[in-house]
């Protein structure tokens, strides 16, 4: 069976709007992907990656274009969906990198603000300084604050203690062992936070140093899923939970910052019908979009920001309210709340 061109893409998506750029100069395909501007201009970040095809980079802008929709409306920020991939044969170095991104940048400046961007894989603060010589629809740069990992780490701490509360009835972190998958920018953050709250965390990391820079205790990644604690927090690949990794779970709650964590939409029953509390991803994870957009675009201080990020865990308590009362995965209401939302935002454009 042949994999999708990016003619087959093109023609199945269900999105607003694709654009695709071959850079001649670099040899990049440059793909912008505005899955919906229904509650507003579509926000995502951009990542560079190698892919063996320009189709599989159109892919990942699509399929992460579309969860950015979901994770915008969840959050209710009033902003769309989008995503941006610079899909390239090597990382590019250099005056090559420089090119790429300038010329990038001239790209989404043309699109008028319906696309916004920040950082992704990749692709850093001081890559989008150089993005931003030529575009003013970007966040996160090393002069507006940087990267959006400390809100995305913030959001899933309250996430976890909402996620706490409705599995074990409090949402006190002291004496609760939490198991932080990938120790990253945010993952890292995560754990500091928990240790900071009184938990006892399990550090798992293919660097087994940047896990125990952490402050917690360092179990081997290749143990991750079989250790016994309160919460699993994957905050490293997505699909780590799937039909042969759920029944291996020895946790109440599933609560972390990656992206796509369930391999298919199965697997938020599979989690349901073993008793694990799953915050859905798109909700929990949704702090580095709250943090850019009130920081940088509404102005906020630190003090009106942790109210937005202490939001998070309040939709997710709305949610979990939901899936008790009305016996649905936390998953099925999270997707109905968007739906809602994008819903009634359709219904006032059709009828002001």
Same mark, same amino acid.
């Given at each position: 069976m042949r994999s999708p061109s990016l003619e087959d893409l093109l023609r199945g998506w269900d999105g607003e709007r694709a654009v695709v750029r071959h850079d001649a100069e670099s040899g990049a395909w440059i793909f912008v992907c505005i899955h919906s501007t229904a509650l507003g201009p579509a926000g995502g970040g951009t990542r560079m990656r190698v892919y063996e095809t320009p189709a599989e980079g159109l892919a990942d802008?699509?399929? %992460?274009?579309?969860?950015?929709?979901?994770?915008?409306?969840?959050?209710?920020?009033?902003? *769309?969906?989008?995503?941006?991939?610079?899909?390239?044969?090597?990382?590019?170095?250099?005056?090559?990198?420089?090119?790429? %991104?300038?010329?990038y940048g001239e790209l989404v400046q043309s699109l008028g603000g319906s696309f916004r961007t920040a950082g992704d894989l990749n692709v850093g603060p001081r890559d989008l300084d150089i993005?931003?010589?030529?575009?003013?629809?970007?966040?996160?740069?090393?002069?507006? *604050?940087? #990267?959006? *990992?400390?809100?995305?780490?913030?959001?899933?701490?309250?996430?976890?203690?909402?996620?706490?509360?409705?599995?074990?009835?409090?949402? #006190?972190?002291?004496?609760?062992?939490? %198991?932080?998958?990938?120790?990253?920018?945010?993952?890292?953050?995560?754990?500091? %936070?928990?240790?900071?709250?009184?938990a006892t965390v399990l550090a798992a990391d293919l660097d087994e140093e940047r896990a125990a820079a952490t402050g917690?205790?360092?179990? /081997? +990644?290749? #143990?991750?899923?079989?250790?016994?604690?309160?919460?699993?927090? /994957?905050c490293a690949a997505g699909g780590t939970l799937n039909a042969d990794s759920i029944p291996r779970l020895r946790c109440r709650v599933v609560a972390g910052s990656a992206n796509n964590q369930l391999a298919e939409p199965?697997? +938020?029953?599979?989690?349901?019908?073993?008793?694990?509390?799953?915050?859905? #991803?798109?909700?929990?994870?949704?702090? *580095?979009?709250?943090?850019?957009?009130?920081?940088?675009?509404?102005g906020w201080d630190e003090g009106r920001l942790e109210r937005g990020l202490a939001g998070i865990g309040d939709t997710l308590r709305e949610l979990f309210a939901i899936s008790r009362r009305e016996g649905v995965t936390p998953a099925s209401a999270a997707e109905r709340l968007v739906a809602r939302r994008l819903a009634e935002a359709a219904a006032a454009r059709l009828y002001p």
């Open positions: 802008a699509m399929r %992460l274009s579309a969860a950015m929709t979901m994770k915008m409306a969840a959050a209710g920020v009033g902003r *769309g969906g989008g995503k941006a991939v610079l899909a390239v044969a090597r990382l590019p170095e250099g005056a090559v990198r420089r090119g790429l %991104l300038l010329r993005v931003a010589e030529r575009c003013r629809w970007v966040y996160g740069t090393s002069s507006r *604050g940087g #990267d959006s *990992g400390r809100g995305a780490a913030r959001g899933v701490f309250h996430g976890i203690r909402a996620s706490l509360e409705h599995a074990l009835g409090s949402p #006190d972190l002291a004496g609760r062992t939490v %198991l932080v998958q990938g120790c990253g920018a945010v993952g890292g953050e995560l754990a500091r %936070l928990l240790v900071a709250a009184g917690g205790e360092v179990v /081997p +990644a290749a #143990d991750a899923l079989r250790v016994e604690c309160d919460v699993y927090a /994957p199965g697997d +938020a029953d599979r989690l349901h019908d073993r008793g694990i509390v799953y915050a859905p #991803d798109f909700v929990i994870n949704a702090g *580095g979009a709250v943090q850019l957009i009130g920081v940088e675009e509404e």
